[in-house]
T-cell receptor
Framework: EAQVTQNPRYLITVTGKKLTVTCSQNMNHEYMSWYRQDPGLGLRQIYY???????DKGDVPEGYKVSRKEKRNFPLILESPSPNQTSLYFC??????????FGPGTRLTVT | AQSVSQHNHHVILSEAASLELGCNYS??????LFWYVQYPGQHLQLLLK??????LVKGIKGFEAEFIKSKFSFNLRKPSVQWSDTAEYFC???????????FGIGTKLQVIP
């Protein structure tokens, strides 16, 4: 089954404790991205990757890092999380027709 | 700057009512347009998309959208909504020649039985 998976689905952490949210897709898509969803702000792109070892900033990259060492994986790293990063995070991969396939989401709470 | 706006942030309808959700984009060239739906507690799924050709696009679950180039609009419609259509709807667009897809802030639709 074609899908995008994310882990963990829910995470509560404390300020400053490094965390990684994993994302994996099995559709051989080259393009992947991370979004955060906040009430009243919709989806905002954090980072995207055009292919292995090619990443770039989206609209709200501050406080986040990504890496793309393999085509299928695109982890999101928060080196020092802060409360303003409390949000719902979605990973997505995209086919050549620009249709995006979203993961199930990760609800992150930073206290 | 390229942007997409959704005019209605929260819509409440009774079952069987007709639906139209507005979406406008700002870009002068060719565009690809999308509508995504997010059911409560779930991830976003594609409802329909427009790339070229017939400006009236039909999607899943009885939804359709019309691309009106002169109005920079891509409004979503459904003749008769059901309770199961309760969800948040996002318009998105990609300017031609660019990789990035920009999403609107979403419209929450609540359908009352």
């Amino acid at each position: 089954e074609a899908q995008v998976t994310q882990n963990p689905r829910y995470l509560i952490t404390v300020t400053g404790k490094k965390l990684t949210v994993t994302c994996s897709q099995n559709m051989n898509h080259e393009y992947m991205s991370w979004y955060r969803q906040d009430p009243g702000l919709g989806l905002r792109q954090i980072y995207y990757s055009m292919n292995v070892e090619v990443t770039d900033k989206g609209d709200v990259p501050e406080g986040y890092k990504v890496s793309r060492k393999e085509k299928r994986n695109f982890p999101l790293i928060l080196e020092s999380p802060s409360p303003n990063q409390t949000s719902l995070y979605f990973c997505a991969s995209r086919d050549r027709g620009y249709e995006q396939y979203f993961g199930p989401g990760t609800r992150l709470t930073v206290t | 700057a390229q942007s997409v706006s959704q005019h209605n942030h929260h819509v409440i309808l009774s079952e069987a009512a007709s639906l139209e959700l507005g979406c406008n984009y700002s870009y002068g060239g060719t565009v690809n347009l999308f509508w995504y739906v997010q059911y409560p507690g779930q991830h976003l799924q594609l409802l329909l998309k427009y790339f070229s050709g017939d400006p009236l696009v039909k999607g899943i679950k009885g939804f359709e959208a019309e691309f009106i180039k002169s109005k920079f609009s891509f409004n979503l419609r459904k003749p008769s909504v059901q309770w199961s259509d309760t969800a948040e709807y996002f318009c998105a667009f990609r300017p031609g020649g660019y990789q990035k897809v920009t999403f609107g802030i979403g419209t929450k639709l609540q359908v009352i039985p």
